[in-house]
């Protein structure tokens, strides 16, 4: 098994930024694809940024240009740099890293942009 934890969420004005951090169990160095979703009440869940083979990164149209995801081998985390933040962006923030064909979730974190 692989545990993801992911921190870094919490209450932010708008305009302020967050850092989230996702820390695996495992190695990250080598897997397919890492990223990052959100889900707020009511809504569905949906991808927000991904890092895929080759260094790649993929984002939804209304984080661009304000979220920026990396990650770091030897501290085995992803990241997600949310900048700009809008009351739009509040949700919880779920960690997603695939090894192959095996796929894992964080527990999630709660971003919450409010004035």
């Known amino acids: 098994q692989v545990q993801l934890v992911e921190s870094g969420g919490g209450l932010v004005q708008p305009g302020g930024s967050l850092r989230l951090s996702c820390v695996a169990s495992r190695s990250i160095a080598g897997t397919y694809i890492s990223g990052w979703y959100r889900q707020a009440p009511g809504n569905e869940r949906e991808p927000v940024a991904f890092?895929?083979?080759?260094?790649?990164?993929n984002y939804a149209d209304s984080v661009k240009d304000r979220f920026t995801i990396s990650k770091d081998n030897a501290k085995n985390t992803v990241y997600l740099q949310m900048n700009s933040l809008k009351p739009e962006d509040s949700a919880v923030y779920y960690c997603?890293?695939?090894?192959?064909?095996?796929?894992?979730w964080g527990q999630g974190t709660q971003v919450t942009v409010s004035s």
């Open positions: 890092l895929v083979s080759g260094g790649q990164t």
């Open positions: 997603n890293v695939r090894y192959g064909p095996d796929t894992y």
